[in-house]
């Protein structure tokens, strides 16, 4: 609950309706303590007294009755009308889109188009049918809005219940002999709950202005009970000559609906954890930019080179430093490898680079990526919109979350290739097939017609690598292209990578966890951990003798065919968080050979033989001494 509230303060505007609905409500729950008049009590002698006339701070209307004290019991009534209504909709549309959603077939149609046949009709026609079948009354208006609302909750909690009904979660408690109704509650309603608040928080407005529609009509409230609508109702003969007697309970409305709104929407961002940690926030164009300090100068021998590269994520009131000082290079026609565990930082290092990162929470707070001599961090929007895609290129690791499933590849690589050069639709669309030719997709002229899901996982590869030559770029950022692929196809992959390497001179940075991979293609690696460089060098003098002893570790984690049998191989403990990284090496508390001076200061990158640098002040010998 703390945090729950802790969250919400964070929307100031949410905070501000929090703050007015809770003083209306307690008004409204103290009003039978207080010093009013009685609301009903009429004398026509004192009829239509203006605000804080003597005896009547608000007032009074056309019967003389006492405006502050009718707006008191009336914003009273209004809003336990309003609150059950919601309470009433919620329940029952939420338990027959849950019944709907889960059980499918037969059921979900009768059920839903029972809900399409309520929802065909204006609801406010609706209700008021409803209130003309049952007759006017209060609560006969408050059973026609909750009937209304009936429609909305059912069809919003009936589409999120017919994706959780199919997850293996559901299964496993059919599997394990659970009754449908126990499933129902014990694993479907508590993941629907929050929907359900969130609903309940932005209709509770409408709910409120929909009774007091229906008493401002004479089909609500009866006299000489007040709510809201049944004194705006009452007020509007007497609004050009009296307006104060329709003003007081139009501003009450005013306040409650807007409060209740403000409200809504803080709640829904407190309760969706990708909205509070600002993951559906709007993202900028390019990543937000606060260096401090001086920036690094270009490095005259590299085509792409990252410079003490920092990246946080600022979420709230923690930081979590997901890249701490890079530094990188790579030549044309090189391949580099960047690996590490996952959490590494090895990603946002490479989404970095053109300010991929999404802001909010992506911060670059340090260092330079030059890409021949320019500095591409704070570069202008349409800079680097000019180099995305045509001169630095990016593979993912899931084609089938990159690729549009709406449209077909030859749509999507014709958009790549007009994106950059302007060029006819035939002439691009020639282009896309030479490009699944030159990656190796048979029948290119058939294909290029399909659409993602109609290929299989190492075709979509294919198409993503496609696409990232469709503008002949200078480097290529792979982020693990390979890793949801069976060992057959990445072999496959890897294979046409590096041709495409040797014919076309690219530079491809290869962000991978697989050893193997480096060793197959890369001519030089990278090891990161906890968003740093540990160990830097040829592929081959890593491979053979690696120096850092995290990287010694991971290779060890490696299983070796045919060396007879041998425990596999596990890194201690856990990588550290890093929103609290320790003082000195990030490593020190899993590394078999930490010293004193590991967590005393912080350890730098220094050389280790020719073209090799370690961020580590006792290195490993031999691989066979960090398995020991």
């Known amino acids: ?155 919003n909690i ?3 219940t ?22 129902i509650l014990t694993e479907v309603l508590p993941n629907v709950i929050p929907v359900i608040v969130i609903a309940m928080s932005t209709t509770v407005g409408w709910m409120i202005l ?20 049944s004194m705006l109702g009452e007020a509007r003969a007497a609004l050009i000559s009296n307006p104060h007697t329709s003003i007081v309970p139009g501003a009450m409305i005013l306040v409650i ?14 309760l969706d954890p990708r909205l509070k940690s600002g993951a559906l926030s709007r993202p900028m164009p390019t990543t937000r930019v606060e260096r401090s300090g001086p920036v690094p100068a270009a490095s005259d021998d590299a085509l792409l080179a990252l410079r003490g590269l920092k990246t946080e994520f600022q979420v709230k009131d923690r930081v979590y430093k997901a890249v701490g000082g890079v530094d990188l290079k790579v030549q044309p026609g090189e391949c580099l490898g960047v690996i590490g565990e996952s959490g590494s930082g090895k990603s946002v290092t490479a989404l970095s680079v053109m300010g991929l990162v999404a802001s909010p929470p992506g911060v670059i707070t340090g260092g330079a990526v030059h890409y021949k001599g320019g500095d591409l961090i704070g570069a202008p929007y349409e800079t680097l919109r000019s180099l995305r895609g045509s001169r630095i290129a990016y593979i993912f690791q899931d084609p089938l ?49 399909s659409y993602p899901h109609e290929m299989s996982g190492g075709m979509r590869q294919r198409v993503g690598i496609a696409m990232a030559l469709a503008n002949d770029p200078e480097v290529i950022i792979a982020d693990e292209p390979t890793t949801a692929l069976d060992v057959t196809v990445q072999a496959q992959i890897l294979s046409l990578l590096e041709d495409l390497r040797r014919e076309r001179g690219l530079a491809i940075i290869f962000i991978t966890h697989d050893f193997g991979v480096v060793a197959q293609i890369c001519d030089r690696v990278a090891v990161m951990y906890a968003g740093r460089i540990v ?31 041998r425990e596999l191989a596990a ?37 280790h033989g020719a073209d090799h640098r370690v961020r580590c002040i006792a290195p490993e010998d031999t691989l066979q001494e960090a398995r020991a």
């Open 1 to 155: 609950m703390k945090s729950f509230l802790s969250l919400l303060a964070r929307n100031r505007l949410a905070l501000g309706g929090l703050i007015v609905m809770g003083v209306v409500v307690l008004l409204a729950l103290v009003t039978p303590l207080l010093p009013l008049a009685d609301p009903d009590v009429t004398n026509t002698a004192n009829r239509f007294k203006l605000p804080l006339s003597e005896g009547g701070l608000l007032g009074t209307d056309h019967l003389g009755r006492d405006l502050l004290s009718r707006l008191m019991w009336g914003t009273r009534l209004s809003l336990a009308v309003g609150f059950a209504a919601a309470v009433i909709a919620a329940t029952l549309g939420a338990a027959i889109g849950i019944v709907a959603g889960f059980y499918g077939g037969r059921t979900d149609n009768i059920i839903m188009r029972g809900v399409d046949m309520l929802m065909a009709f204006p609801y406010i026609l609706l209700a008021l049918a409803i209130v003309a079948a049952l007759g006017p009354g209060l609560m006969n208006a408050l059973i026609a809005v909750a009937a209304v609302n009936i429609p909305f909750f059912a069809r």
């Open 158 to 160: 009936r589409g999120i």
């Open 162 to 183: 017919v994706g959780i009904a199919h997850k293996e979660f559901v299964d496993a408690a059919r599997l394990s002999g659970m009754t449908d109704w126990r499933i």
């Open 210 to 229: 929909e009774t007091a529609g229906l008493s401002f009509l004479g089909l609500g409230s009866q006299p000489p009970q007040a709510d809201l609508g």
């Open 257 to 270: 609906v807007m409060a209740i709104n403000l409200l809504g929407d803080g709640v829904r961002d407190a």
């Open 401 to 449: 979350a990159t690729l549009h499933p709406l449209y077909t590849i030859g749509d999507q690589l014709i958009e790549a290739v007009r994106a950059h050069h302007p060029t006819d639709r035939a002439a691009a669309r020639a282009h896309a097939i030479e490009l699944l030719k030159s990656v190796r997709i048979p029948n290119a002229e058939q294909r290029v017609d």
């Open 535 to 565: 160990e830097e060098g040829p592929s081959e003098a890593i491979l053979n003798a690696p120096a850092h002893p995290y990287t010694a570790r991971l290779m060890a984690c490696v299983p070796e065919l045919g060396q007879g049998r």
């Open 571 to 607: 890194i201690p403990g856990l990588p550290p968080a890093v929103d609290r990284l320790p003082q000195g090496c990030a490593f020190a508390d899993r590394c078999h050979k930490a010293q004193e001076g590991c967590r005393a200061a912080d350890i730098l990158l220094s050389d």
